[in-house]
């Protein structure tokens, strides 16, 4: 891990570093984000594994102009009424994904929607404009750590698993930005932050349902109050061969996988199966986990039958998402 401080020349060497698939820890207004290139799913994975996280979560995607957004999400005029209020600046949009979004599906882990930001932070928006590339980050802490606001307590937490930690001080705001979700009929706001509900009501001129607290006001995780993804059809785990109609999510060699009424795997005709990854690398099989599971989530097919993936580093959240989405028989 290297601590630089941020001048015209780091942010050059932070953006080539995010270029090739490395992770670096950014100033933003409210807290240290932990940044890699959105566009590249492998790069995605490791923010998971350097985290810690238990499991995939949605991240945030920060963009260095409101209009950047464009080409992954689609806006309406809420959208654009309260972007043109609040950003740049700590607020962060949940909306539906462009069917040609070219962000990992990882960022969503596996919804149909993306959390869009741009950032205040001068150093953030000249990073993002110098990579090139929309910067995937959730906060630079492990997981169930609370969110740095100095370069300092960014280096206690990640220590060596983040590549470069671009310094810039102190975060002026020093709290996770607002969230609001916008991919649905009603405004509702699924995180408080700075940019406060009657900030945001006073813009569009109506009510934003309070999506923090249940009916019986207990504050809910943002964890809890996610929807996550599962497919349709049942999904099994660690399965050495499959039955019949089943479809196949792969990971390493099929070379010695049967179909229980006869004959053998890699005969299933293409679109029945994926590979995660046929080298058996978990950061490959991380990023394509989410867009395989929907390509084989067809009613077509039976179930998925999933091979067994290594309990290990990024396998742990791998297995753990499979795991709930297993359970899903409906
Ligand atoms: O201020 C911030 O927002 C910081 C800086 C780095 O930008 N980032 C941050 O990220 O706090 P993170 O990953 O720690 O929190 C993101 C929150 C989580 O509660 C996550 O569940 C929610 O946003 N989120 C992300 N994508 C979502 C989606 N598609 N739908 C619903 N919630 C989403
Ligand atoms: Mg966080």
Redesign the pocket.
């Known amino acids: 891990m290297r601590l630089k401080t941020a001048t015209p020349e780091t942010i050059d060497e932070a953006a080539a570093c995010l270029r090739g698939g490395g992770l670096v820890a950014i100033p933003?207004e409210?807290?240290?984000?932990l940044a890699a290139d959105a566009t590249n799913g492998a790069a995605v994975a490791r923010i998971f594994e350097a985290k810690g996280r238990p499991a995939f979560?949605?991240?945030?995607c920060?963009f260095a102009r409101a209009e950047d957004i464009e080409s992954a999400v689609v806006t309406d005029t809420r959208a654009q009424t309260v972007a043109a209020a609040f950003w740049p600046g700590?607020l962060?949009l949940?909306l539906p994904r462009r069917t040609d979004c070219r962000i990992s599906e990882l960022c969503?882990a596996g919804?149909e929607?993306?959390?869009v930001?741009v950032?205040a932070h001068p150093i953030a928006r000249a990073l993002i404009a110098a990579a090139g590339v929309p910067l995937a980050?959730?906060?630079a802490n492990k997981s169930g750590r609370i969110?740095p606001t100095t370069p300092l307590l960014v280096s206690e937490s990640l220590g060596n698993a983040v590549d470069m930690i671009l310094a810039a001080g102190p975060c002026a705001v020093g709290l996770?930005?607002t969230?609001l979700?916008l991919s649905g009929d009603t405004p509702t706001l699924?995180?408080p932050g700075a940019v406060t509900a009657a900030d945001i009501e006073s813009v569009l001129g109506y009510r934003v349902e309070d999506g923090t607290t249940t009916a019986t006001d207990k504050p809910k995780s943002?964890?809890l109050l996610?929807k996550h993804y599962a497919p349709s059809i049942p999904v099994r785990m660690n399965a050495i061969d499959l039955e019949e109609g089943e479809a196949l999510l792969a990971f390493g060699s099929v070379k010695f996988m049967g179909i229980r009424t006869g004959g053998a795997a890699r005969d299933l005709p293409p679109e029945r199966v994926r590979n995660l990854s046929p080298r058996g690398d978990l950061h490959e099989a991380a990023a394509n986990l989410f867009r395989m599971l929907h390509e084989l989530d067809r009613p077509q097919n039976k179930g998925i039958a999933v091979m067994a993936i290594p309990e290990t580093g990024l396998g742990l959240a791998i297995n753990d998402r499979l795991g709930r989405t297993a359970k899903r028989t409906d």
């Not at 979560?57 to 945030?60: A, K, S, T």
């Open positions: 933003t409210t807290v240290y984000g979560n949605p991240l945030i920060h700590p962060t949940i969503s919804l929607t993306l959390a930001r950032p980050a959730p906060s969110s996770e930005s969230v979700d699924l995180r943002p964890g996610l």
